[in-house]
C-alpha cells in the first residue's frame, strides 16, 4: 500500500496579483474581497472534470477555509472545510493546509477525513505534534458545533459571530 504522507500544502493568496499559487501551479483568480473574519476567495476551475467554480472564506480566527464548489454535475456536498494556518501579510496571505477536513451536508450530516493523511504525514515528519493535535482538536470542535447547529455551517458559525456570503456562480453562468 502507497503512503499517504506529503508535506504540509501551503498556498499563497497574491491579492493585488490576484493569484491563487498552489501545489500544482498559479491560477488567477477573479475575486478577492477582506471581510470582518478573513478574505473571500472565488475563481474558476479551468478545464477540470468534476469543477467548475470555486469559492471560499479564509478564517483565520476559526483556522478554517470554509469552501463551497459548483460541479459540473450534481452537487457532491455542500461545504468542505480545511482545517489550516492561515497568515494575513496584507497584500498576500497564506493557508497551510493541515490535512484534516471536513465534508458538510448542510442540514444532514459532517464527517471529518483525511485523518489517514494527517496521521501519515505526522510519522513521517511532516507536520510536528503540537501543530497536528490543534488539526484534531480544530476538526473535533467543527464537527461538535455543526451537530450542535443540526448540521447547519450557517447556523454554527453565527454561534461564533461569522456570517459568510456565497454567490450562485452555477446561474450565473447560464
Request: charged residues 25%.
Amino acid at each position: 500500500m502507497a503512503t499517504l504522507a506529503h508535506p504540509v500544502k501551503v498556498e499563497r493568496h497574491d491579492v493585488p496579483g490576484r493569484q491563487h499559487h498552489t501545489n500544482t501551479g498559479v491560477r488567477p483568480v477573479h475575486t478577492y474581497h477582506r471581510t470582518p473574519h478573513g478574505l473571500y476567495v472565488a475563481r474558476t476551475f479551468a478545464g477540470h472534470p468534476r469543477i467548475r467554480h470555486w469559492q471560499a472564506h479564509l478564517l483565520p480566527g476559526l483556522n478554517l477555509v470554509a469552501c463551497r464548489y459548483d460541479f459540473h454535475g450534481r452537487r457532491e456536498h455542500d461545504y468542505y472545510l480545511d482545517v489550516a494556518t492561515i497568515t494575513d501579510a496584507g497584500d498576500v496571505w497564506e493557508v497551510r493546509d493541515l490535512y484534516l477536513d471536513l465534508i458538510v451536508h448542510d442540514g444532514l450530516m459532517a464527517e471529518i477525513v483525511d485523518t489517514d493523511e494527517l496521521v501519515a504525514s505526522r510519522a513521517e515528519g511532516f507536520i510536528g505534534e503540537g501543530e497536528a493535535l490543534r488539526a484534531v482538536q480544530v476538526a473535533h470542535d467543527t464537527l461538535s458545533g455543526l451537530a450542535r447547529a443540526r448540521y447547519s455551517l450557517n447556523d454554527w458559525l453565527a454561534t461564533r459571530g461569522v456570517r459568510l456570503h456565497w454567490h450562485e456562480w452555477s446561474l450565473l453562468s447560464r
